[in-house]
């Protein structure tokens, strides 16, 4: 059973940086597309970023494109999120997901998620 476990969430003020990780375990991190979404209190599940199996390809979100930068480490089974010039509006639980192949931008299109890591932005 495919596992998949974020960290590196945390409290920071606005403008910080901050890297969450999403290790994979139960299977081969190679064999998926991955993504980060994020959730608000009372919002809706928001795609962030997405990254192909074998990094070449990589989307954005439009409120965090410039800003944050996915990348993986497949020896490692590991997702990245670098993100920077963090806002207030950034704050929120922060999931990695995963499904086969091929990226997507819609969360209804992953199938493996985390339990989350919580962001918080202060002003």
């Known amino acids: 059973q495919v596992q998949l476990v974020e960290s590196g969430g945390g409290v920071v003020q606005a403008g910080d940086s901050l890297r969450l990780s999403c290790v994979v375990s139960?299977?081969?991190?190679?064999?998926?597309?991955m993504a980060w979404f994020r959730q608000g209190s009372g919002k809706e599940r928001e795609f962030l970023a997405t990254?192909?199996?074998?990094?070449?390809?990589?989307f954005y979100g439009d409120s965090v494109k410039g800003r944050f930068t996915i990348s993986r480490d497949n020896r490692k089974n590991t997702i990245f999120l670098q993100m920077a010039r963090l806002k207030p509006e950034d704050t929120g639980i922060y999931f990695c997901?995963?499904?086969?192949?091929?990226?997507?931008?819609?969360?209804?299109?992953?199938?493996?998620w985390g339990q989350g890591t919580q962001v918080t932005v202060s002003p």
């Open positions: 139960g299977g081969a991190v190679a064999s998926y597309a």
């Open positions: 997901a995963a499904r086969l192949f091929r990226i997507a931008p819609a969360a209804d299109q992953y199938d493996m």
């Open positions: 990254i192909s199996r074998n990094t070449e390809d990589k």
